[in-house]
């Protein structure tokens, strides 16, 4: 039997590898495209300032970037030590985007991130604008490849259930890369870094106004970090527009939770929070019309028939079908040997049930629903902050341009206070991916807890707690790293 | 033909480039093994530092592709590995962990352990990454504990299909001799590349004499531990598959593997004497600096031959002694033949991967590092 306590501490660790990791990937995600354009000026302009200005903010990507990488090997290895079962049963897939990753984004970004640095007097300046151009974008197609293996488990395509190897086998592998989820994820994310960035470098830029220090190196920076981050911005609204559709689509009871919306229907009134209602709002974010079905937890757990007439089954009835799908797959395993003639009637059985093979692991409907309050706040706390971190950047780049920014200082300590908000918003962001996906690991497919290792809960909470220090100690010790390097300053004024 | 056979056997041939390519960028680790051995003085640590400092991303990357690749391409090797031996492989990520921070740390002001605390990360991971990893590999040619039930997915509460038996998750590999051997002798091997490398990378008078000794050393405990390791290897039973895919054990399988396979032979017995020829070259001729492209080619060719002995002609190449039908086989671990096609398409990219490597590998190498390159320009 698998413990839940295995299952609990399994996905608290990764959780845990999960959220340190995008501690430091959005930065980098960010920091590279505003270091890559202030080179840019340089290169095109020739004024030293420029270079000056980009080598600062490369100073802290670089210290931020080795911690990324540290959490990062984690995650991907986790994959095997934690979540075996899963490693089969869908690693035909699964495994493609990670190999992929490596092969494209990882030597990119190995490769150039030392030439970017140590190569300033070994390579032509044009050719150094190239490497840190590369570096950027090797950022980002790591990005790209797993999110599309992360969309995948938002949304499974591409793929088929062999039952003789006993997993889903890809046989659409554009299915995979074109996934509408993993479109709209990736853009999402990266572009959400993108605002990480800009807010992290807005923020340091106006600690030097406050501080009376290196003003020209504060108001370039924030100039190029607030258009950085208001396109940013944009794109994170639009991808998170087309977010809501998909999430409607392929993962109902996760926009229901996110919503708290117990019973659905037509006109669905979108939450600001609780009590406080915008009639007809979540139909139009879910289905771009204020008229569209969009359904609540318990719709999904009784069953429903959508305007289009098409029948969702109840839980119940689901998980019954998930079960007589694992029976079938068992008796086709012992029959196909000796009676392959009662072993194809148990394929017939299974193939007519798959869809719901997942479900056969879930022990009542109550499983399905993921924790609403959890997924509810967290869904506020990411737009809540998105919305007022693009305000907080328009009025920053208009302060700018109206050459009134150096003499507001509130806005100055608003812009300083706002940085670990964005990693708030960014965190949140994934608690609703992530936890309002459960109890699936793969959505409808595989159920999370039958997906673990077959380790000790003891094994597993060692090395979470390893895992909470060294990860820890990593943040304290960037932190102060970064203080540090930003208490020196760029020292462009003193030269 | 490019048929499904094919497929295995050509990503059996990617696993073991990337595992050759691995242990010959683990002249990083073994660099760094030598920060407190070799450098006397702060100078000379600190070129040992950014001498490895700028490649030990290449090493990195290289380690988490070669996992991607076999997740890819024989993902049950990726979970029953891992999942079971989950110490060995936790051991190893740590020491890497640490690893990848500690060279932007420990010269930074504010890293609150001191400049030594992230150099002693970078000598453990110097010594306990090629150590371990040696250690791990060992296990290809002496088998592991665990069983595989794929049927297991139909058992509702608990539908784990690899199980680990050893309740020392993979620890319990330190009991075989032939592992540990393994183990130092990649240890030895990694330290006699990252000594090579460094006489090749850093123009520093002192630190090169330094840098022979430690040369002389490891590399005298490399040839006295592949001994050891050659001597078991080709008299050991080993882990034969036959044509329906049972397992059985053979005498002397692994010496047969290479002479039934003589490309393969002769691929170890070139890669051995470069590697050789790379040592002894440096140690008798004092101006030789070269000796990291003959040993570093000689290290691919021969350990892509020993990961061909573990996998190539109907062999187990991840063995279960516990349950002899559970051992892993190309055939029965690997990817299905549309991934495993649409993942070799991919591979095509690996020529141009390492063309752009090697074109800036040159670029920012091509001047010897120098303690006056380090004062006036970015370092760690």
């Keep these: 039997m698998v413990e839940s306590a295995l299952v609990g ?7 845990l590898t999960a959220g340190y990791h995008w501690i430091f ?66 690693g035909d897939i699964f495994g493609a985007p990670l190999a992929i990753e490596g092969i494209f984004a990882f030597f990119m970004e190995a490769t150039f991130f030392a030439v970017m640095f140590f190569g300033w007097e070994k390579v032509s300046k044009r050719t150094h604008l190239v490497t840190t151009w590369l570096t950027g974008i090797g950022a980002a197609i790591s990005a790209l490849w797993i999110l599309i293996a992360n969309s995948w488990m938002q949304h499974p395509v591409g793929m088929e259930f062999n039952p003789d190897t006993v997993r889903h086998e890809m046989v659409d592998f554009w299915a995979l890369v074109l996934n509408p989820v993993a479109i709209s994820k990736f853009f999402h994310s990266v572009f959400s870094g993108w605002m990480t960035g800009a807010i992290f470098a807005i923020g340091i830029s106006c600690w030097y106004l406050l501080k009376k220090r290196e003003t020209r190196f504060a108001l370039a920076s924030i100039r190029v970090s607030a258009i950085v981050g208001i396109i940013g911005t944009f794109a994170v609204m639009l991808s998170g527009d087309s977010s809501g559709i998909h999430v409607a689509k392929y993962q109902p009871m996760k926009l229901a939770a996110a919503e708290g919306l117990m019973d659905g229907g037509e006109r669905a009134p979108f939450s600001i929070v609780p009590g406080v209602e915008v009639p007809g709002m979540l139909s139009i974010l879910a289905t771009h019309d ?17 305007p289009e007439g098409v029948v969702v089954p109840s839980a119940e009835e689901r998980i019954e079908r998930g079960k007589s799908a694992i029976e079938a797959f068992s008796d086709y395993r012992t029959l196909r040997e000796s009676d392959p003639a009662a072993a194809a009637e148990a394929r017939k059985v299974l193939d007519e049930n798959i869809d719901y093979f997942g479900y056969g692991y879930i022990d009542s409907p109550e499983e399905l629903v993921p924790s609403v309050g959890l997924v509810y706040w967290a869904f506020r706390v990411m737009v809540g902050l998105g919305c007022a971190l693009l305000l907080l950047m328009v009025v920053v780049l208009w302060a700018e341009f109206k050459k009134k920014l150096t003499k507001m200082t509130w806005l100055q300590w608003v812009a300083l206070f706002s940085i670990p908000f964005v990693y708030f918003a960014g965190q949140a962001g994934w608690i609703v991916a992530e936890a309002g996906r459960q109890p699936w690991v793969i959505e409808g497919l595989l159920p999370t807890k039958a997906a673990v290792s077959s380790v000790s809960v003891g094994a597993v909470q060692t090395t979470f707690f390893l895992f909470v220090a060294i990860f820890t100690l990593f943040l304290v010790i960037e932190l102060r790293i970064l203080i540090k390097a930003i208490k020196k300053g760029p020292e462009i004024e003193n030269q | 033909m490019i048929d499904y056979i094919f497929l295995q056997n050509y990503w059996w041939f990617i696993i073991s480039l990337l595992g050759g390519l691995l242990v010959f960028l683990l002249f990083v680790q073994g660099g760094n093994a030598l920060i407190f051995l070799a450098g006397k003085s702060e100078d000379e640590r600190e070129l040992i530092i950014n001498s490895t400092g700028r490649k030990w991303e290449l090493t990195f990357t290289t380690l988490v592709t070669f996992g991607g690749a076999f997740f890819a391409s024989f993902p049950l090797f990726y979970s029953t590995s891992f999942g079971g031996a989950y110490w060995v492989w936790i051991l190893i990520l740590i020491t890497f962990v640490f690893q990848a921070v500690s060279y932007e740390f420990q010269g930074k002001a504010g890293n609150l352990l001191g400049k030594n605390a992230f150099r002693t990360f970078l000598t453990i991971n110097g010594c306990l990454a090629p150590l371990l990893i040696g250690t791990a590999v060992g296990t290809f040619f002496t088998g592991s504990q665990f069983v595989v039930d794929k049927a297991a997915v139909a058992d509702i509460g608990s539908p784990v299909i690899s199980r680990w038996m050893s309740g020392w998750h993979g620890l319990e590999a330190v009991a075989e001799p032939f592992n540990v051997g393994f183990g130092l002798m990649v240890m030895c091997l990694a330290v006699s590349l990252g000594a090579l490398y460094m006489i090749n990378n850093i123009d520093n008078e002192s630190l090169a004499g330094q840098l022979r000794k430690a040369l002389t050393v490891s590399f005298a405990g490399f040839l006295v531990t592949l001994v050891f390791v050659l001597v078991k290897l080709l008299t050991m039973d080993g882990f034969a598959v036959d044509a329906e895919g049972v397992v059985l054990m053979e005498s002397h399988k692994y010496l047969h593997n290479l002479l039934q396979m003589p490309v393969v032979l002769i691929l170890f017995l070139v890669g051995a004497v470069l590697l050789v020829w790379g040592v002894v070259a440096t140690l008798l001729k004092s101006g030789f600096k070269r000796g990291i492209w003959l040993s570093g080619a000689g290290t691919v060719m021969a350990v892509m031959a020993l990961f061909m002995i573990a996998g190539y002609n109907n062999t187990a190449f991840y063995p279960s002694t516990y349950d ?39 670029k920012m190498d091509k001047k010897s590092l120098t303690t006056e390159e380090l004062k006036n320009s970015d370092k760690y």
């Design chain 1, 25 to 90: 990937v959005p930065l980098t995600l960010g920091l590279a495209v505003i270091m890559a354009v202030m080179e840019s000026v340089y290169v095109k302009t020739g004024d030293e300032f420029w270079k000056k200005t980009a080598k600062f903010w490369m100073k802290l990507f670089a210290i931020n970037f080795a911690v990324g990488i540290a959490t990062g090997i984690i995650l991907e290895f986790q994959f095997g030590t934690n979540w075996s079962n899963y490693s089969w049963f869908v």
């Design chain 1, 9 to 15: 501490w399994s996905r608290l660790q990764f959780a």
């Design chain 1, 290 to 306: 204020i008229n569209g079905y969009v359904p609540g937890i318990n719709n999904l757990l009784d069953g429903y028939t959508t």
């Design chain 2, 324 to 362: 002899l039908q559970s051992s892993l086989t190309l055939a029965n671990s690997c990817s299905s033949e549309f991934t495993l096609k649409t993942m070799a398409v991919v591979s095509l990219i690996i020529p141009f991967v390492v063309a752009y490597i090697a074109y800036f590998w040159h």
